[in-house]
């Protein structure tokens, strides 16, 4: 069994925004919630992936999962298998294509098999597994690393807040990918003041639904505003002026916060929330003297 990490950091964001609006601005540094600095098992991957890590059969067996050919969770279980001493195998959606993140994946030693959109689409049904090979014996992890399990880890984000803070924020504000972060924090902030703002990363109108079917309570979507208006296009679209190249090629960006307030952000989740939540900042949304806090759910680059 591995134990849980430590609190990630919360910290102050001396943005010029937030000085100007009166706002009190802080950031959840859950990029820094992991073994080893910018691997890629940090952030809200660590948190879904805890009842996994919690067990006490892990070593030596095999784990099996789902995503997209730049997926964060492929690369987060991917390097948690090293680490830790299981082995990995994964279910690529598309055509076979080799970038940075499947070259990690192939050297952290996981195993690949690309199936097609169709195909993809039978993932996680059990006949279809059987036909694609998986055993009984195999751990099975869904798509994104999201599972009702992991709700209540990945909601520990806010309480850790609040326990930083010495009480609750206005506003928690976070991004969406599958959504199952979003259902923890709701569930963890349901009955306190704040208002758990989710910004989707993709585009489209699917994202409450999504979350909704989640939520073993309901009545915790009450504490949401969903925050449509920054998908910027879409998944993994995003302005070309964002654009940076770190040295070792990829992408990383910026998002209009400079440094040193924050490294770089990947432009696929954190910097459409970050850039989000600055907007409204500077629109005026949140009240003067009001705290805000941004999740900085990690990510790679
Ligand atoms: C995966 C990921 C998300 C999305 O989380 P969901 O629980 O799938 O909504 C957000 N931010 C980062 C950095 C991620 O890697």
Known sequence: MIPPLPASPLERLHHPAAEAAGVQLFVKRDDHYSWEPLDPLQGNKVRKLAPLLARDDLRGRMVVSFGGAYSNHVAALSSAGRRFGFRTRFYIRGEAVRNPTLDL????????????????????????????????????????????????????????????????????????????????????????????????????DWMAKEIRNWLTAPEALTGLDLITDFSFGGYARFPAAWRLYTPAGSVATRAEIKEPLLPPLEPVYTAKLFAGVLHRISAGYYPRGGTVVILHSGGIY
Do not use: M, W
């Open 105 to 204: 994946v192939t050297r952290n030693g996981s195993t690949l098999h690309f199936l097609d959109r169709t195909a993809y689409r039978r993932k996680h049904d059990p006949d279809f597994q059987r036909v694609i090979g998986l055993r009984t014996e195999e751990i099975v992890v869904p798509e994104g690393g999201s599972q009702r399990e992991s709700l209540p880890y990945a909601g520990a984000v806010y309480a850790e807040t609040v326990d930083q803070l010495g009480t609750a924020p206005d506003y928690f504000c976070l991004s969406a990918g599958t959504g199952g972060t979003a259902a923890g924090v709701l569930l963890a902030a349901y009955g306190s003041p704040t208002r758990v703002e989710v910004f989707p990363a993709l585009r489209g």
